[in-house]
């Protein structure tokens, strides 16, 4: 049984960057792993902090989003190790979400995102679902632990 997942409301919510799991990574805490990740946009910059230290997920996204901010060079090649990154943190760091990862067993992960064709499925099912992949090699990873 494939395992959908995308608002935090709804069953697997955790796996969502927006779910309120904080950590500690490069010695500061996130709130959110979409907090890490859209601040990663902007290492070396004062963007960094101002995104680190917004209230919602969902506005640490729109200010990662904004084309104003100086996007790193190299963010192509590394924001799947960024994410990877983050993502296997959140589950380091929360035991009660790790269970929920493992029970998963083997099953396929998929980012139901209708319009991220990227990280999600996208709206046709012909996405990358970046973040369900890695969510998957997390899975991995905890469970050689």
Known sequence: MTIYFYSVREQY?????????GF???ELY???SEHYFQAQK???T??????RLVKSPKDAARMGRE?????????????DDIMRMAVLRKFETHADIREILLATNNEEIIENSPIDFYWGCGSDGSGKNMLG???MEVRE???SR
Request: glycine share 4%.
């Open 13 to 21: 919510g955790c796996f969502s960057n927006f779910s309120p799991h």
């Open 24 to 26: 500690e990574l490069d």
């Open 30 to 32: 996130w709130p959110t």
């Open 42 to 44: 902007f290492v070396g």
């Open 46 to 51: 004062l963007h960094l902090e101002q995104i």
């Open 67 to 79: 084309r104003s901010r100086p996007l790193r060079p190299d963010w192509e090649e590394v924001k």
């Open 133 to 135: 992949i890695i969510l």
């Open 141 to 143: 990873i905890l469970r």
